[in-house]
């Protein structure tokens, strides 16, 4: 344990001198005062020095030496600073320190981002720096609450963690996305989903999730694509794809309740209206079918206020057809039944109708896009061969994934999120870059 006292925790200390070990993200004050906004990673406080205290406790020489020190103090320094709480009305949090002394840690010197506005590709530059800005914080606490919240609805509704690898042998998803290395002189591919995995897993456990880092090549420069995120996978056998519809709606909301419960500060400090997303927890998600949505699609493409293109049955959407539908619903909005043509492989065809498949994308209402992939399985044999064989991809590679349908295969369905659209949605930013620590995408490797 530390003798720091974490600023998150100064409510507890009220009256008390305590000592913290902080940065100086900012400073103000005039003649006999100075204040100090210090950040611990926990929070953001304000510590107040006066100079008259410091003369009275170490002398004329000393105490105008210390004030100076602390007048003078430059952004991101670190600093051990010992102080008096005190309950403060117009403070932010409510409490402030009352300094009776400090020391610095470490220097800083010219720091290079400053208080004023910076362009996007500077701050992605000193990503590594930009991660203690105020709003940065905030939604990475938001990103841990969310995980945190993840594993707590796998644990409440009996699903056991089950890793998934990173390198592979065969595609997930697609064949058109794939980050290839060397294996030892033949080729592996870094993993686009666990999915695959997590079925043989659900055949040996039952109700599996993981959770890790997956990859897609994807060239396309967008708010909502990254090269490496992070994602959850689940898969349960025994269910229908309805049932896996109310446990993925019920997942979602247990993480924005998550939210709202661990981070409500984080979603204050970016200004995230919590009575939205109150709402999205208090009302039922809207279900529509793949055809249905092309049809009003089709009905309000005039409409004064719509910027989407025409579409036909059988298109796959744009990210603008998505931010159509998810708003007109204006709740988080499962989209069924989506064409087997633009779908993965292992989709189950819709009984009856070979064209469509038993899958579901859940889109985030106010344009932030889908944020679950989720499916039935084909379970038969023959057909999943066929499928592998039309959609260009090699048996043999996907031999011990046939083999689950070889030995007591069972309908299952599972579904997929994505972390990075997930935080995006909650904390209400607009970029995905700022969802992940270190965002890889088409032009960015560093830091
Ligand atoms: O819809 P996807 O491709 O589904 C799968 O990978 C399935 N195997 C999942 C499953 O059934 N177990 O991806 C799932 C989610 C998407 O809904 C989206 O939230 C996210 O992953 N995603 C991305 N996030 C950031 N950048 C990208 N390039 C993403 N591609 C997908
Ligand atoms: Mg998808």
């Known amino acids: 344990m530390s003798n720091y006292i974490s600023i998150i925790d100064v409510k507890d200390h009220l009256g008390e001198v305590i000592t913290i070990g902080a940065w100086v993200a900012n400073k103000s004050g005039k003649g006999k005062i100075a204040f100090l906004q210090l950040r611990d990673g926990t929070a953001f406080f304000q510590a107040v020095a006066f100079k008259p205290n410091f003369i009275e406790k170490f002398g004329e020489e000393k105490g105008l030496e210390k004030f100076e020190l602390i007048k003078h103090l ?79 609805f796998f644990d409440k509704n009996g699903f056991i963690k089950f890793d998934s690898p990173i390198l592979t042998g065969n595609a997930a998803e697609n064949t058109t996305d794939l980050f290839e290395t060397d294996y030892f002189g033949n080729p592996a591919f870094l993993s686009q989903s666990g999915q695959l995995y997590l079925e043989a897993g659900a055949m040996a456990l039952g ?138 492989f292992y989709m189950k065809p819709v009984p009856g109708n070979e064209e469509r498949v038993l899958s579901a994308d859940l889109l985030a209402p106010e344009g932030y896009g889908e944020i679950i992939g989720g499916s039935e399985r084909e379970t038969d044999y023959d057909k999943l061969l066929n499928k592998i064989t039309e959609n260009g991809l090699d048996p043999a590679d996907y031999d011990w994934y046939l083999d689950l349908r070889r030995y007591g295969s069972v309908p299952h369905a599972g579904f997929g999120l994505g972390l990075e659209r997930m935080v995006t949605f909650v904390a209400g930013t607009k970029h995905i870059r700022e969802a992940i620590p270190f965002p890889r995408m088409l032009h960015r490797l560093k830091p």
């Open 74 to 152: 430059a952004q991101e320094t670190s600093v051990k600073v010992t102080g008096i709480v005190k309950a403060d009305d117009r403070s932010k949090f409510g409490y402030e320190l009352d300094v009776t002394d400090i020391e610095i840690i470490g220097e800083s010197i010219d720091y290079p981002i400053t208080p004023k506005d910076h362009g996007t590709d500077f701050l992605m530059d000193n990503r590594h720096l930009w991660l203690r800005s105020r709003k940065q914080m905030a939604i990475m606490q938001i990103r841990n609450a969310i995980i945190y919240a993840s594993y707590e």
């Open 207 to 344: 109700r599996v999730f993981d959770f890790g880092p997956v990859f897609r090549a994807e060239k396309s420069k967008t708010r909502r694509h990254l090269t490496e995120f992070w994602m959850m996978d689940a898969e349960y056998p025994f269910v229908t794809h309805d049932e896996s519809l109310d446990l993925q709606e019920a997942y979602v909301k247990s993480l924005i309740l998550g939210v709202l419960d661990r981070a409500s500060s984080a979603l204050d400090v970016l200004e995230r209206d919590a009575e939205l997303l109150k709402k999205y927890v208090a009302e039922p998600f809207k279900r529509v079918s793949y055809d249905d949505a092309i049809d009003l699609l089709q009905a309000h493409l005039d409409d004064a206020d719509t910027d989407y293109d025409p579409i036909e049955h059988g298109d796959d959407f744009g990210s603008p057809h998505e931010t159509w539908i998810s708003n007109y619903f204006g709740l988080p909005t499962f989209v069924v039944n989506y064409p087997a043509s633009f779908k993965a």
